[in-house]
T-cell receptor
């Protein structure tokens, strides 16, 4: 059983399109995250959600909108895709209020914008 | 804001040898957590080892150990008896213990570890 899953694993699309990435975790965690890994492999937090509530919203363009229908799911919708959005997007989860716990990462979604 | 610095973009080691990856961080907090994650070519992020800042004892996980120097804000990873499967990107990461509980990880830029057979 996959602990944190993401769909799709690969996404190729044209500039200006709107796309979504889905994330699901079956670990019973309360907190979920989105990270972006750029072409130089640098990982940066984008959002965190706790029990469907937005906690962290780093300086990410408004074109990115996370949505958490329930605490096991955190989706990322991206409007008007730009070339600079090409990256690998990771979803992660962890128990709430237990900072010493690791964050469990999904397999990543490689987004390529042409 | 916290920052994490990994000064070695790439390291190479012979199989069965020992290698140390360096990491320094900057923070004004006294309570926090440090992690080393491994990212092999499959791109899956895998936790290697973690350290709680309030613990003076260095964490150890089999062939992996850390040298945590809180005053120097240094958190290096030592890999003993390097194996081919250790080849990967290694990321040092910091997480605050501000009590919010939903804090993201602050990552360094990573060190690409090459294992020479």
């Amino acid at each position: 059983d996959t602990a944190v899953s993401q769909t799709p694993k690969y996404l190729v699309t044209q500039m200006g399109n709107d796309k979504s990435i889905k994330c699901e975790q079956n670990l019973g965690h309360d907190t979920m995250y989105w990270y972006k890994q750029d072409s130089k492999k640098f990982l940066k937090i984008m959002f965190s959600y706790n029990n469907k509530e937005l906690i962290i919203n780093e300086t990410v363009p408004n074109r990115f909108s996370p949505k958490s229908p329930d605490k096991a799911h955190l989706n990322l919708h991206i409007n008007s895709l730009e070339l600079g959005d090409s990256a690998v997007y990771f979803c992660a989860s962890s128990p709430y209020r237990q900072s010493y716990n690791e964050q469990f990462f999904g397999p990543g979604t490689r987004l390529t914008v042409l | 804001a916290q920052t994490v610095t990994q000064s070695q973009p790439e390291m190479s080691v012979q199989e069965a040898e020992t290698v140390t990856l360096s990491c320094t961080y900057d923070t004004s907090e006294s309570d926090y957590y440090l992690f080393w994650y491994k990212q092999p070519p499959s791109r899956q992020m895998i936790l290697v080892i973690r350290q709680e800042a309030y613990k003076q004892q260095n964490a150890t996980e089999n062939r992996f150990s850390v040298n945590f120097q809180k005053a120097a804000k240094s958190f290096s990873l030592k890999i003993s008896d390097s194996q081919l499967g250790d080849a990967a990107m290694y990321f040092c990461a910091y997480r605050t213990d501000s009590g919010g509980g939903a804090d993201g990880l602050t990552f360094g830029k990573g060190t690409h570890l090459i294992i020479q057979p």
